[in-house]
Structures are given as structure tokens and as C-alpha cells.
């Protein structure tokens, strides 16, 4: 760590910065240590954290709106490393450097997109899935990278055997969605092809999430199939709709708002819950 007295002779971008680097390592180790609380510092870094929170309170470094948020999340910490008890509870002091960390890398401009999650779970062992044999989904040209990997997370928390994914489908493996899949990708089969390739075996049953179907509440979910998520701006390709029709047709989510919809990755949350629930 970088000595106070250098630290205070930083100008305010870089001295943000580097305070912003101290706290996210240490929420790093605070979140991959055993015990999960203060013991995991020695009393230098202690003294450290406290005398930079100090510093950056003292200085004339934010907005006023941040500088105040910045002083509820350094009280939370300077209580949550003076606890009386030895056990000092994790989430309350990686909260405060949580927080710590977003303000300071705010005020230097650095924009909410670029921030990295700390992943709490280290690597994820595909050995522990639950996995429903035949719970599949096709995504057809998901264009975010967000959805793409929010997509990922939602089907292996609810035990999709497979995912595949159109040709125009944005790549898994970008870091936005690798960021949002929190390791997920890793662990869950997938690969790129037209849903309509000759398949290797007797082909599942297809459904659609789409408008105009089936009331959520009321689908037949079959204990195999592929569920079929389509494009944030036009749905699914009309092409796929027809083999779906054919099939199983469309599952729709009943919404009460003016805008009548939900983003793609909310929508597949919501079925792969429902459908998961009614085969377990």
C-alpha cells in the first residue's frame, strides 16, 4: 500500500484512484477469506483504512452529495473494524467498502458500466448443478452482451441442461457478459447453431416466449423442450415462431403496465423459474 504521506500529496483524481484500489482489494480479500471478518487485516491495514477515510473526509475531494454519502459509508466501517466482538460482521464492513469504493471511483468519472463485480464465489464447480435433463433453451440474436450473460446466470440457477445460441447472438465470451454471468458460462454446455441444424437425435419440442400465447399461469410445460428467447428489439424471427406454433406455441407473461413489456433477460427469468417449479 502506497504511504499515507505520499498519499496525501496526490492530485485529487489519482489520490481517488488509489484510495478506490486499497478498498476494492481489501473487499476482495474480505469476501475470499475464511472467517469473513476484520481478523483478516493485521492492525496496519486497519490503521490504514481508518487514516485514508480520514483523509479523504478531511479533504475538499467531492461533490456534496457524494461527500456526505461518503461519511454514512465511512462511519459504517470505522463501526464495523471497531466492533467489540471478534467476529466483526462481514456483510456490514464489505458493504461499507463496497460502497467506499463506487463513490470514489464516481467522483472520477469512471462510468457505472465499467465497474468490476467482486465474485464472491470464486470459481464454480459444474459437479454440484441440479441439472433437469431436456431443460433447454435457444437464444436467438440476443445483441447485448448484458443480457447475454444475465441469460447464462438465470439458466443455470434454474437447471438448464444446454444452451444454444443463433448464429447473430452476441458472444458469451465478452467480457460485459462474462462480467454478468458471474462464472456461469464456464459451467453450463453451450454452443452456436441454427436452431433448425439437423440435430444429432429425435428433436424436443419448441416453445416461444412471446405475446400473444399462453398465459404463463396456464402453459403446459413439458418435462422436455427448448424454450426459445428472442431479439431485444423485433422477438422471435417469424420463421422460428412458425416451428413453434407447431409445437408447443407460445408461453406469454401477462403485464399490467403501460408498457406492456419486459427486457428479455426478466421475461427468460421469469419462465425458466416457472417452467423449473413445474417439472422438480
Not at 441439472?131 to 433453451?137: E, H
Not at 465470451?173 to 454446455?189: Q, S
Request: proline share 5%; aromatic share 8%; charged share 25%.
Amino acid at each position: 500500500m502506497i504511504p499515507l504521506y505520499k498519499l496525501e500529496k496526490l492530485p485529487r483524481i489519482q489520490k481517488l484512484r488509489k484510495i478506490a484500489k486499497v478498498f476494492t482489494m481489501a473487499e476482495v480479500r474480505l469476501s475470499q477469506s475464511v472467517r469473513k471478518d476484520a481478523a483478516v487485516f493485521t492492525e496496519a491495514e486497519l490503521v490504514f483504512f481508518t487514516e485514508a477515510a480520514r483523509l479523504l473526509a478531511n479533504d475538499n475531494l467531492f461533490s456534496h452529495d457524494a461527500h456526505n454519502l461518503f461519511n454514512e459509508a465511512a462511519d459504517v466501517f470505522a463501526a464495523a473494524i471497531t466492533a467489540d466482538s471478534g467476529e466483526t460482521p462481514s456483510l456490514l464492513l464489505r458493504r461499507a467498502l463496497n460502497q467506499i469504493k463506487h463513490i470514489l471511483l464516481t467522483e472520477t468519472g469512471k462510468d457505472q458500466a465499467d465497474w468490476d463485480f467482486t465474485d464472491i464465489n470464486g470459481k464454480l464447480d459444474a459437479e454440484k448443478r441440479q441439472i433437469f435433463k431436456g431443460m433447454q433453451v435457444y437464444m436467438e440474436d440476443i445483441r447485448s452482451p448484458f443480457n447475454v450473460g444475465a441469460m447464462f446466470r438465470t439458466a443455470e440457477s434454474f437447471g438448464v441442461e444446454k444452451i444454444i445460441l443463433s448464429p447473430f447472438c452476441a458472444d458469451p465470451r465478452h467480457r460485459r457478459a462474462e462480467r454478468t454471468a458471474m462464472g456461469c458460462i464456464g459451467i453450463i454446455p453451450w454452443e452456436r447453431r441454427d436452431l433448425f441444424a439437423a440435430p444429432d437425435k429425435e428433436p424436443l419440442p419448441l416453445f416461444a416466449l412471446e405475446t400473444g400465447g399462453i398465459p404463463l399461469a396456464e402453459f403446459p410445460f413439458p418435462a422436455q423442450g427448448i424454450l426459445i428467447a428472442g431479439s431485444e428489439e423485433l422477438g422471435v424471427s417469424p420463421q422460428t415462431l412458425v416451428a413453434a406454433d407447431a409445437s408447443l406455441g407460445r408461453l406469454s407473461i401477462p403485464c399490467y403496465g403501460t408498457k406492456a413489456s419486459l427486457n428479455v433477460s426478466v421475461a427468460f427469468g421469469i419462465a425458466l423459474q416457472t417452467w423449473a417449479q413445474k417439472i422438480n
